[in-house]
């Protein structure tokens, strides 16, 4: 059974030099934001939820987890040679499982494998920073900061298009279901229930977006879900259950269901501004 990792006198050295890097840490500590519901996991030895490319996956997911979140923030650095016997032996885990481990992290842009070169970090500008996975990585790292405020322009970019785009479809059982939303979310803000509201949110924005009739768009809701999961900072209108919010989302639909695509635009942008944290990381656009 892999373990969390081994203590510095376990003896392993080598040309990784993983024995110089910290795997365990107190709970709760550097991480910040981590949604209440989610609970520590044992093995990885570090505290939150393992992510959607991770989850389920047993010792290989763990792993994948693991060094991937040692990548991001830094405690292996770019050039940084992993020797899969040392991973092997430093987790306990086969080699069949540490070889399974890095081709995923390879597909990720972390690490490249060539041969008389062997297996090698890479540095920030390969990775692919769309990676559900690498996007959580970075949102509860080191570059937490830059990653929400990432995300949130990102956010400013796809979802007021994809309002207005959806306002020009007729799917009425997509819309119904984002009116079934709407309610669900107003049914958990009153019960107190984060979790269930933040789910039904997850689910609208995803709609909305699907709704849009384009594939490029669709393509990239995964940004929106990973922003919505790992939301802390910068704040906007779905970070917070309120009923500020919960009227914006109410209103989108209302406009999707008259064909208004720019009032659902508009309202979308109002969404992201409920709180005036917002504006610091996107000005509205101006008027001409």
Partial sequence: MMTAARSADSGLVGPGGLDRYPYAEAPGAGRVGVPSWDAADPELGRVGRRTAGSRGRGLHGQLV???GQMIVSGDLGADRP???EEI?????VSRTVVRESLRVLEAKGLVSARPNVGTRVRPVSDWNLLDPDIIEWRAFGPQRDDQRRELSELRW???PLAARLAAGHGREEVQQRLVDMVEIMGHAMSQGDALTFSRAD???HSLLIQLAGNRMLEHLSGIVSAALQVSGGPITGC???TEASLAHHARIVD???AGDGAAAEAAMRQLLMVHPEVERVVP???EH
Avoid: H, K, N, S
């Fill in 284 to 286: 509205a656009p101006r």
């Fill in 65 to 67: 987890q693991q060094l």
């Fill in 202 to 204: 997850a689910e609208y």
């Fill in 88 to 92: 092997g032996q430093r987790f306990e």
């Fill in 157 to 159: 970019t796809i979802e």
């Fill in 239 to 241: 970070d917070r259950p």
């Fill in 82 to 84: 992993l020797v899969p």
């Fill in 255 to 257: 406009a999707l269901g």
